[in-house]
């Protein structure tokens, strides 16, 4: 080897540990800022909800946010962003972790993934009867209109189990509800919580539907890939914890109170423990 190729051997040792010990102080991190960042979105009960007169942050996600934060002996700092921002956030630094998010082969390639928190479920909330107890195959038909937000896990499924239906798709899920409301389409596919939520706070769109087979969905933590190992397992650990041992659970239903839903309200086989 050419004293050259032994200097640039050497660097690129150098850069390789220096890049391993810059990624691998996450906890030390946090807990020298003093804060575990998360980002947060407005209006989107039960997950998060900013009160307008206090500026205060509720929701289950940051019940959840604040136990990790506490057990690290941080405060939480919460920063507000959107779904389709919530990952960018997370990839550039911007905040630590992302709550609620629904693990996807195309979201694994940009950032890393917890275990569970709990489970969530594909739904159609719907007024009309005919598209009650049904399949998914069965709804996959093109006399049948739904309406979807785009780019959600949702529409996702969407595409993948309702092919040949006629499926509207809309920027925000307002639109969406709008059109089910209006009679634009039979109904709209989203998530258990969700659903059950926009039946109680807009009771036109109709109530919840489980198309079967069930459609169980991990939600989860997304991490940075240049979380430190310990970091990672930290937030698993959490995440497996208190999802079996019903904490988050607790955290979820206490969210939906508001609204008069109850665990009697989920429909039968649903589980937030999978």
Do not use: H
Request: contains cysteine; hydrophobic residues 45%; neutral net charge.
């Amino acid at each position: 080897m050419n004293v050259i190729a032994k200097i640039c051997s050497c660097a690129a040792v150098a850069l390789s540990l220096l890049g391993t010990t810059a990624s691998a102080g996450t906890i030390e991190d946090i807990r020298a800022r003093g804060a575990l960042r998360i980002p947060a979105i407005l209006n989107e009960v039960p997950y998060f909800n900013k009160d307008p007169r206090t500026g205060e942050w509720q929701g289950f996600v940051i019940d959840m946010a604040t136990d990790i934060a506490r057990t690290l002996n941080v405060k939480l700092e919460v920063v507000e962003s959107s779904w389709s921002n919530a990952i960018l956030d997370v990839q550039s630094g911007k905040v630590d972790v992302a709550f609620a998010v629904t693990a996807t082969p195309v979201r694994a390639m940009s950032v890393s993934f917890s275990d569970p928190t709990y489970y969530n479920s594909f739904v159609v909330v719907s007024s009309k009867d005919e598209v009650n107890n049904k399949t998914w195959s069965e709804l996959n038909d093109p006399k049948y209109t739904f309406a979807v937000d785009l780019g959600s896990a949702q529409d996702l499924i969407t595409q993948q189990y309702l092919p040949k239906a006629n499926i509207l798709r809309f920027k925000t899920r307002d639109e969406a509800i709008v059109a089910v409301t209006t009679g634009k389409a039979d109904g709209l596919v989203n998530t258990m919580l969700n659903g059950l939520v926009i039946s109680k706070k807009a009771p036109a769109v109709g109530s919840v539907k489980v198309p079967t087979p069930v459609l169980a969905t991990p939600s989860v933590i997304a991490l940075n890939y240049g979380s430190d190992e310990t970091f990672k397992s930290f937030v698993s650990a959490w995440a497996e914890y208190n999802r079996r041992i019903g904490n988050n659970q607790t955290w979820i239903v206490k969210s939906l109170e508001p609204f008069g839903i109850t665990l009697e309200d989920m429909p039968v086989g649903f589980g937030f423990g999978g």
